[in-house]
């Protein structure tokens, strides 16, 4: 049988998706601010 899409790495995310990964860039940035903005209650995963 076929494995499952999503094989989830805890490092990983954090990697991609983290906020140190997000605060690196500009853009990456953009999105913490656009998410501050919105309220969101989380930034990053």
């Known amino acids: 049988m076929q ?3 999503y094989q989830p ?3 990983q995310r954090k990697k991609v998706h983290g906020f140190r ?7 990456g940035k953009r999105v913490l601010k656009n ?3 919105k309220g969101r209650e989380e930034l990053t995963r």
Do not use: D
């Not at 990964?21 to 853009?27: D, Q, V």
């Open 3 to 5: 494995k499952g899409t």
């Open 9 to 11: 790495k805890k490092r």
């Open 21 to 27: 990964a997000r605060m690196k860039t500009l853009s």
């Open 35 to 37: 998410r501050r903005n």
